[in-house]
């Protein structure tokens, strides 16, 4: 079936670093979703792409989706402390756009 | 706009009795409504979807007769996890679909609930 796979899997950084993240799948998507989710919480969608070659920014945070569909990443530039959580991609699958599949994570912390 | 929220956001029960979570879309109506089981460190799984005034679909491997859905209203869904035993300590999330945005595909997530089963 169709796999997100994710990496690094965890990062530890300095405040004020920039950070980048991505995501890749053997198969096809047509959307990517990038959420965050603080410990005890929900995720909550951070950038939606809807086109290959895209590339979207929200605030310090910047996506593409990549070109052959099969892979995107997200780069947060000049990290905060509240920048630490998990950070998953996702996408809809390809037969079945109701079932979003969610990756491993990415976990950042950063170091004080 | 755009807010889910669960009740209670945790729970701890004992083993063989019944735990009802809620799922309310707060400021929109949500024709459909998923629901999620998140272990310590791991991803989300999609356990069922649920269209309101339906059954509930569920996927492979999970256990329909132990969680129970119901959808009966456009802005809640409740799980009902029957008989619980330890194995089925977890993070339950919900989560909300609404048509009025531009993507369909935009689920929005309740802040989860926290199941401990002694």
């Known amino acids: 079936g169709q796999q997100l796979n994710q990496s690094p899997q965890s990062m530890f950084i300095q405040e004020g670093e920039d950070v980048s993240m991505n995501c890749t799948s053997s198969?096809?998507?047509?959307?990517w979703l990038w959420y965050k989710q603080d410990p005890g919480e929900g995720p909550v969608l951070l950038i939606a792409?809807?086109?290959?070659?895209e590339l979207t920014s929200n605030g310090r945070l910047t996506a593409q989706f990549g070109i052959t569909r099969k892979d995107s990443f997200l780069n947060i530039s000049a990290s905060i402390p509240s920048d630490v959580g998990i950070y998953f991609c996702?996408?809809?699958?390809?037969?079945?756009?109701?079932?979003?599949?969610f990756g491993k994570g990415t976990r950042l912390h950063i170091l004080p | 706009g755009a807010v889910v929220s669960q009740h209670p956001s945790w729970v701890i029960c004992k083993s063989g009795t019944s735990v009802k979570i809620e799922c309310r879309s707060l400021?929109?109506?949500?024709?459909?409504m998923f629901w999620y089981r998140q272990f310590p460190k791991q991803s989300l799984m999609l356990m069922a979807t649920?269209?309101?005034?339906?059954?509930?679909?569920?996927e492979q491997g999970v256990e329909k007769d132990k969680f129970l859905i119901n959808h009966a209203s456009l802005t809640l869904s409740t799980l009902t996890v029957t008989s619980a035993h330890p194995e089925d300590s977890s993070f339950y999330i919900c989560?909300?679909?609404?048509?009025?945005?531009?993507?369909?595909?935009?689920?929005?997530f309740g802040p989860g609930t926290r199941l401990t089963v002694l």
């Open positions: 989560s909300a679909r609404t048509w009025t945005k531009l993507s369909y595909n935009e689920q929005f």
């Open positions: 198969s096809i998507f047509n959307t």
């Open positions: 792409l809807y086109k290959a070659g």
């Open positions: 996702a996408g809809p699958m390809m037969n079945r756009d109701d079932k979003i599949i």
């Open positions: 400021d929109f109506q949500a024709t459909t």
């Open positions: 649920s269209n309101e005034g339906s059954k509930a679909t569920y």
